[in-house]
């Protein structure tokens, strides 16, 4: 059964860091891609960044450009989320994802999810 399992959320000051983890089982990871997404109340999910299988190839959205990195770790088959530089309006829960099909930040490009880890950034 494939499993994702996201953490390293928790509550941080504005221009603070954090670094999620999401850690995969059950599945071949290097086969899939893994994107992050997010969620704040009221709001609709949406992409914040994907890493490709393989070749590590990697897109963020326009608002994270430059703040957060994504990377992977095919021998953990974990991917991790450096969030730098932290904004209030970064607060959202957290979700990671799994797809063999493209690497385009859309909920629906994605099969499985995690359940997700808060993020808050309080000003």
């Known amino acids: 059964e494939l499993q994702l399992v996201e953490s390293g959320g928790g509550l941080v000051q504005a221009g603070g860091s954090l670094r999620l983890s999401c850690a995969a089982s059950g599945f071949t990871f290097d086969d899939y891609n893994i994107g992050w997404f997010r969620q704040a109340p009221g709001k609709e999910r949406e992409g914040v960044s994907v890493?490709?299988?393989?070749?590590?190839?990697?897109y963020y959205a326009d608002f994270v450009q430059g703040r957060f990195t994504i990377s992977r770790d095919n021998a953990k088959n974990t991917v991790y989320l450096q969030m730098n530089s932290l904004k209030p309006e970064d607060t959202a829960v957290y979700y990671c994802?799994?797809?063999?099909?493209?690497?385009?930040?859309?909920?629906?490009?994605?099969?499985?999810w995690g359940q997700g880890t808060q993020v808050t950034v309080s000003s």
């Open positions: 994802a799994a797809s063999t099909r493209g690497l385009e930040l859309r909920t629906d490009e994605f099969d499985d």
């Open positions: 890493i490709s299988n393989y070749a590590g190839i990697t």
